[in-house]
């Protein structure tokens, strides 16, 4: 497992995940080395990952603005309300870093998956088997993995308020509908996290890149819903959450 403060492996793999999720669905073959990479674990991912896509002086300026201006400032938030209500919610659990970083490479790495469940696409994504075998790969414990599904529940209230609060929705939904708009907004990953960022520090949303592309991604799945009707499409994937409680039986 990484160190308990900076998970550099799996930063890594994350600024990387989107590229390598883009390259394995390209052939049977790649899917393949893909998902044995997964079963030997994080550090092979990231060998994979950086032959596909070589780290460049951009992905390392992302990579300290993303810590410096999304993550830390989360964990700082979710430490200190933590400590409020329960100064012992956090005591075996040493890694929340880790727990975001997972999250943010999760939504890259599986986003065929995900745009599956709102959009229809003749493009294949990764099967499931590779999902579970990726949280069951990528660092956390089974503990781990549970506080993780504390965040995900936290950020998923968050996310349905600034639907609604931020009028980003121009359509009439029910509270299923809500509901389903919502988790897939919050599995856009890293753009989510940085409007929940805003929204939990109560500053001023403005129009910066992340919360255009949320912003777009909730119009274009509001929009498709409309069409063709939450949850009808998709139904291999659920969610991060989901899919955590089946990581458990696998």
Known sequence: MESPTEPYTNLLIAVKARQLADWAIGHE????????????GCKTVLELAIQVSPLTLDDLR????????????LVLKDLYRAR?????????????FLALTVFWTYCDLFHHSIS??????????????TRLNFIKS???????????????NGFGDNMDVICLQLKLVDVEYDEDGLTWLARCALHTGLPALGL???????????ATPEVIEVKENIQNMATEGVDFGPLLIGGEWNSLANDIRDSWNV
């Open 29 to 40: 073959s790649r899917r393949e080395r893909l998902h044995a990479a997964i079963q030997r």
């Open 62 to 73: 992302r990579l300290h603005t993303v810590k410096s201006n999304i993550l830390g400032p």
């Open 84 to 96: 409020g209500r329960n100064s012992m919610r956090w005591k075996s659990f040493k890694n929340p």
């Open 116 to 129: 599956q469940s709102y959009r229809p696409s003749p493009e294949k994504p990764l099967s499931s088997a």
């Open 138 to 152: 990528c660092g956390l414990d089974l503990e781990g993995r549970g506080k993780l599904l504390e965040m995900l």
């Open 196 to 206: 929940i960022r805003a929204y939990q520090a109560r500053e001023e949303v403005t």
